[in-house]
């Protein structure tokens, strides 16, 4: 028996072996197909209800397994996963493609398109018809059968480079280690970094310290060393990923990609990949966020050049380095921070330690949006650290499953995301909850210590948990409308005014004890936090806008002439280059955000939801940040409303205006 072709309520990972996944996703392909014939062969004049409504609950068993099977590729991946796959993925999206170029079900679909007008539709199920009619018109389905045919070989051949891509970066993350034996060689370095690597050894039985490019190794490693050979080591180790002389590198594959991607817009009628994507997002065109992001840019640059100017003569200053190298940035941006704000991110870490970071996400959402987590065991996981709960609201109502996952392992890809394995809907009358989940990279815990975060890390967490809360607290009928079914740049609000709330008195109070001695942070560190939050802001804004800037370049032109991947890069850095250029290294090769997940042409995003998420929280700011009835505004027009409306009138609706970057600015110390 396949447990995962059996009904269940929650993914039942300790009886899913890989063997499961082809059959069981092939056998799911088959439902969904019949379950398409049944729309096409119902005798009955097309209808909302007949055609789209029962279009869009079509495919609920292949969306449970494939998204059981896609968040083990990402968490607890192997060679065996990574096979299946290669293989699964092409076939899926040919499947993909059979429904959007399938002419009869598109008649059917636009027959009850052009009657819109005319059928009193809510604008929810307004929403659900437009982006339908959009999915098949927007991949292919008004196209001849010749190009439909060209179409279905280019998503082919997307979907396996992108993996590919995907699994290089990986594999060169893995295979580099710097083992040290020399204590000298750890000067600098804070104790938990050393007792970390000093595990990392002994796990491979060696002695000494091992260092890796996973985050928590890496980034204290450019943080605090002292050795600067062996920072550059690092910093070298980490940017030539995917861009050496082997099997893994993906110069090749970064060129097929984007031309792939052009020759994909321009046979559906668009300009370049950038028009395709846009036309659907909050910024609309490749001209709003090229314009939005030289403003920004325009008032970033010279703080940038300032600060940059600072910590070179900080670092010759201190020690003659008459040129600072990209593995300088860090060390120096934290001894000059130290220096500054006398704030040190290791005399920080004892006061966040994850179980009390997330008691405190935790209190917060309740105070908020009136939310309960109550840790429970009887919830089958994938590994021994996925911790599960189960969510209520203050009446006892039930509301979500939720699972985290927060340290790194061999088979887990680097960073945070959140996902989910089933998204809330309202079918035949009952609201089905939505499970989501959150993954994270933090330090384990060891011998001596509980995982305890740096700061930036607890903003991740409450980053993710922002994401988690759009998923949680989805109350909409269609599933395909529910939760972080959003546009791309609306997506990253929820999360990012979350994080607002690490930098408040009244919230950190909240969470921010000391492991051992249980004293609340002392507000003048929650002061200097305040004040270092905008330090180096300049530099950091002009390093977002680097990335969306050459995002852009790549897709928002011809490709077809790019014959160097790292001369196109340069040449796109050009206006936001700070540090000398590394020859053996290339960001685009290891850019993952536009190549392998879903940012290609939408990088941009972060920044465009920092100016809704300062603006949004400036609202909370006026109020008071518990306050109830701002809250609730956020909770009933952003949270639960999913993609139902268009996301401007819903932030509307929830801010009384339009956003404006004047709150971010003044919060970057831009202004």
């Not at 750890?186 to 104790?191: A, F, K, Q, V, Y």
Request: aromatic share 12%.
């Amino acid at each position: 028996m396949n447990p995962l072709l059996q009904d269940f309520t929650t993914a039942p990972f300790s009886k899913i072996s890989n063997s499961h996944f082809q059959p069981a996703i092939k056998k799911a392909i088959e439902i969904a197909k019949a379950e398409i014939d049944e729309i096409i062969n119902n005798s009955e004049k097309p209808s909302f209800e007949n055609t789209t409504v029962t279009l869009d609950f079509t495919g609920e068993k292949l969306n449970r397994i494939t998204s059981i099977f896609f968040n083990l590729n990402s968490a607890e991946t192997n060679d065996e996963i990574q096979k299946i796959a290669q293989e699964v993925s092409p076939r899926l999206t040919a499947f993909g493609n059979d429904i959007t170029l399938n002419e009869d079900l598109f008649k059917r679909v636009k027959a009850v398109f052009d009657q819109k007008e005319t059928l009193g539709l809510t604008a929810e199920q307004a929403m659900l018809l437009d982006k339908q009619y959009k999915s098949f018109a927007r991949n292919g389905a008004n196209l001849n059968e010749f190009d439909k045919n060209k179409l279905r070989k280019i998503d082919a051949q997307l979907s396996t480079f992108s993996l590919k891509f995907g699994e290089n970066v990986l594999a060169e993350t893995n295979t580099f280690e710097m083992h040290l034996t020399n204590e000298k060689d750890l000067s600098g370095l804070p104790e938990s970094a050393k007792e970390a690597a000093k595990e990392m050894a002994k796990s491979k039985e060696k002695e000494g310290w091992i260092f890796t490019l996973d985050y928590p190794s890496y980034i204290p490693f450019l943080t605090y060393a002292d050795n600067r050979e062996l920072r550059k080591k690092m910093a070298i180790a980490a940017g030539k990923k995917a861009f050496q002389k082997n099997e893994f590198n993906n110069e090749a594959i970064v060129l097929e990609i984007v031309n792939l991607r052009y020759q994909r817009a321009n046979l559906l009628g668009y300009k370049t990949h950038a028009h395709f994507v846009l036309e659907e997002r909050m910024a609309e065109t490749p001209e709003k966020v090229i314009e939005f992001s030289n403003n920004l840019l325009e008032k970033a640059k010279p703080a940038a050049l300032k600060e940059f100017k600072n910590l070179e003569n900080y670092a010759k200053k201190l020690d003659g380095i008459d040129q600072l190298q990209k593995w300088d940035g860090a060390y120096y941006s934290e001894k000059l921070k130290k220096e500054l704000f006398d704030l040190d991110q290791e005399l920080l870490k004892p006061y966040f330690e994850l179980e009390n970071v997330i008691g405190g996400v935790f209190t917060i959402a309740s105070k908020l949006y009136d939310l309960k987590f109550e840790e429970v065991f009887n919830i089958d996981t994938y590994h021994k650290d996925v911790k599960t709960y189960n969510v209520t609201d203050t009446n006892g109502n039930f509301v979500a499953v939720f699972y985290a996952d927060f340290h790194p392992r061999k088979g887990k890809r680097n960073g945070a995301w959140m996902t989910s394995y089933k998204s809330q809907q309202i079918k035949n009358g009952i609201n089905e909850r939505p499970q989501i989940s959150i993954v994270c990279n933090f330090t384990k815990p060891t011998e001596t210590k509980p995982s305890l975060l740096t700061f930036n890390e607890v903003t991740t967490l409450f980053h993710e948990f922002g994401h988690a809360l759009h998923g949680m607290l989805a109350n909409t009928t269609y599933n395909s409308l529910s939760g972080t079914s959003v546009s791309w740049d609306f997506v990253e609000l929820p999360s990012q005014i979350l994080e607002n709330w690490c930098f408040e008195k009244e919230a950190l109070a909240l969470f921010a004890k000391h492991f051992e001695t249980g004293e609340v942070i002392p507000m003048k560190y929650v002061a200097k936090i305040k004040e270092s939050a905008s330090f180096h802001e300049g530099m950091q804004t002009l390093r977002q806008l680097s990335f969306g800037l050459l995002d852009m370049q790549w897709h928002g032109q011809n490709p077809s002439e790019i014959t160097s991947v790292k001369e196109f890069e340069n040449e796109a850095f050009t206006d936001t280059k700070l540090y000398p250029d590394v020859i053996e290294n290339c960001m685009s090769t290891a850019f993952s955000h536009i190549f392998q997940g879903g940012y290609s042409a939408g990088y941009y995003s972060y920044k465009w939801a920092e100016v809704l998420d300062a603006d949004a929280f400036e609202y909370f700011l006026e109020k008071g940040i518990f306050h109830k009835e701002v809250a609730t505004k956020f909770k009933d027009n952003v949270l639960s409303k999913g993609g139902t409306e268009k996301p401007m009138e819903l932030y509307k609706r929830f801010r009384g205006k339009e956003p404006k970057p004047n709150a971010l600015l003044k919060r970057a110390g831009l202004l």
